[in-house]
């Protein structure tokens, strides 16, 4: 039977539990920064909902514009993984309309969600006086996204079933901007929930337009 030491374990405890304290805290400000508004969200309420004193709050996090940037940053952490995965469905050797119509769709549901919704809002809100929350999520997610997006597209450019004319990344955000344009028209700058068929609408003539530019394959229906 292997020997536990009963420091090296209180220690990781202690690890776990701070980690869980700090994860809370993000949940729970994430929570009150969107419903609120960053300058009406206060620490109290934000202590609150994670089950937490106010002064473990700031020990974690320093001030309530440190932790804003902080819940900026996990947000764009979680619409990266997200996001890459939709990305990862474009393959070299599957029906090309299907293909991108199904990233599409997966990018859809992420730019959708409710999380990314109140994330936008949050940026439109404050970007004034704090610019550099754009770079947070650019660095952290668009950015990789978009390269990750471009990858791909310049396989597909390798294997003749595209024509990008040598510029992928070009392409690759010409494809976002005809899903996330329109998108973001209908759900009026995300006061309205876009409804699921006419997200479906959008993902479809954005992935024909595109094709109809950059295809080199006859067009099919997804």
């Known amino acids: 039977m292997g020997y536990r030491c009963p420091v090296s374990g209180a220690r990781t405890e202690r690890?776990?539990?701070?980690?869980?304290?700090?994860?809370?805290?993000?949940?729970?400000?994430?929570?009150?920064?969107?419903?609120?508004?960053?300058?009406a969200a206060g620490v109290d309420a934000?202590?609150?909902?994670?089950?937490?004193?106010?002064?473990?709050?700031?020990?974690?996090?320093?001030?309530?514009?440190?932790?804003f940037r902080e819940v900026v940053g996990a947000l764009a952490d979680q619409a990266l993984a997200r996001n890459l995965a939709a990305v990862e469905l474009l393959r070299e050797d599957?029906?090309?309309?299907?293909?991108?119509?199904?990233?599409?769709?997966?990018?859809a549901e992420c730019y959708c969600d409710e999380r990314s919704v109140a994330l936008r809002r949050l940026l439109h809100a404050q970007i004034t006086t704090m610019p550099d929350l754009l770079g947070i999520v650019r660095d952290r997610a668009a950015d990789r996204v978009d390269d990750a997006l471009a990858a791909r597209l310049a396989r597909l450019a390798l294997?003749?079933?595209?024509?990008?004319?040598?510029?992928?990344?070009l392409a690759?955000?010409?494809?976002g901007a005809l899903l996330t344009g329109p998108l973001e028209a209908r759900s009026r700058l995300g006061t309205r929930k876009?409804?699921?068929?006419?997200?479906?609408?959008?993902?479809?003539?954005?992935?024909g337009t595109f094709l109809r530019a950059f295809g080199t394959e006859p067009a099919q229906s997804a």
């Open 15 to 39: 690890t776990r539990g701070r980690i869980d304290k700090r994860q809370a805290i993000l949940d729970a400000a994430f929570t009150v920064f969107a419903r609120d508004g960053y300058h």
């Open 46 to 67: 934000i202590a609150a909902g994670a089950g937490v004193a106010k002064h473990t709050v700031y020990n974690h996090f320093g001030d309530k514009e440190r932790l």
């Open 94 to 107: 599957g029906e090309l309309t299907a293909m991108l119509t199904r990233t599409g769709r997966a990018l």
């Open 159 to 169: 294997a003749g079933r595209l024509d990008l004319g040598g510029r992928p990344a």
């Open 172 to 175: 690759a955000e010409q494809f």
């Open 194 to 207: 876009v409804p699921r068929a006419e997200v479906r609408e959008v993902v479809d003539t954005a992935a």
